[in-house]
């Protein structure tokens, strides 16, 4: 019932700049949490940054300070603004959506993922 559809990712030379979407659409409910997750070939999957319905936002260490990451409610959309690029930066970039019934999780849904390729 959930689909998240991902747009903006692309090649850039290192110090670059891209912004990244994602568009949920379906029955994701009112409380829940929008984020990204990268994935480097041989590499296990890790958390860049996330959103919550209620505005409170979480970054990994590495991308604090060069990430950006807001969404648009209206829309069911969520973004991430990547300045300062760096080749560590190279990854697949997933979006991720977690809907939830007070505390109790309901849902996880993934995007297909975008290429984000840095240049040294």
């Known amino acids: 019932q959930v689909q998240l559809v991902e747009s903006g990712g692309g090649l850039v030379q290192a110090g670059g700049s891209l912004r990244l979407s994602c568009a949920a659409s379906?029955?994701?409910?009112?409380?829940?949490?929008m984020g990204w997750h990268r994935q480097a070939p041989g590499k296990q999957r890790e958390l860049v940054a996330s959103?919550?319905?209620?505005?409170?936002?979480n970054y990994a260490d590495s991308v604090k300070g060069r990430f950006t990451i807001s969404r648009d409610n209206a829309k069911n959309t969520v973004y991430l603004q990547m300045n300062s690029l760096k080749p560590d930066d190279t990854a697949v970039y997933f979006c991720n959506l977690v809907s939830f019934s007070g505390v109790i999780m309901r849902g996880t849904y993934w995007g297909q993922g975008t290429q984000v390729t840095v240049s040294s």
């Open positions: 379906g029955s994701i409910g009112s409380r829940n949490v």
């Open positions: 959103i919550r319905s209620d505005g409170i936002i």
